[in-house]
């Protein structure tokens, strides 16, 4: 009966041992991998750009957003967020920043992308013109994993401006 519970005990401890050996090297693996995504995002077209009824300047814009997030895809990763900002300094902020654009992507499959589309969130500012703004426009992603922590990255594509007059 000694020896029964000893060796049960024995087995125990080497099977949680290497349970915690298992999830280590699976966290670690996880953190060496190197994620190398790309982004390309194009303004094709500038649809529209008018000073609105409440003084506000709003600018509809197709784009070509086009990304290869499959990198960022590991065996711990549940979905991937995306977002597709403007940014650009004014004088009253360092950072302005609005959200044009974004997705769920639920696999590796489907991390490379390329979206043919319009802004779906309104692109307008708040008593500032536009009129010849240059901005950035930065496809921000956050991966959420099965286990652990959540992080983020992001690729910022620059030159980008507004034309001088409304459209
Ligand atoms: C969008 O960009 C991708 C990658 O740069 C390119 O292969 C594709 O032809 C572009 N599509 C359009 C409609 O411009
Ligand atoms: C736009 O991107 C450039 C290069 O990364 C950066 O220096 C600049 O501060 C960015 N502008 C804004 C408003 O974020």
Request: aromatic share 12%; with cysteine; glycine share 2%.
């Amino acid at each position: 009966m000694h020896t029964y519970v000893y060796r049960l005990n024995v087995l125990l401890t080497e099977a949680i041992t290497l349970l915690a050996l298992m999830c280590a090297i699976a966290s670690l693996s996880d953190k060496l991998n190197v994620a190398s995504p790309s982004a390309d995002i194009q303004v094709l077209h500038i649809n529209w750009f008018h000073k609105q009824r409440n003084g506000n300047d709003e600018v509809s814009l197709t784009m070509n957003v086009s990304a290869d997030l499959k990198s960022t895809f590991t065996w711990n990763t549940k979905q991937v967020f995306v977002f597709l900002a403007a940014e650009y300094e004014t004088e009253k902020n360092y950072l302005n920043q609005i959200s044009l654009w974004d997705a769920i992507i639920p696999s590796k499959e489907q991390a490379k992308f390329s979206y043919h589309t319009i802004n779906k969130y309104r692109f307008t500012d708040q008593g500032n013109s536009l009129r010849g703004k240059k901005y950035n426009l930065t496809l921000h992603w956050h991966v959420m994993p099965k286990t652990g922590k959540m992080f983020s990255d992001r690729i910022v594509t620059t030159g980008h401006s507004l034309p001088e007059e409304y459209i």
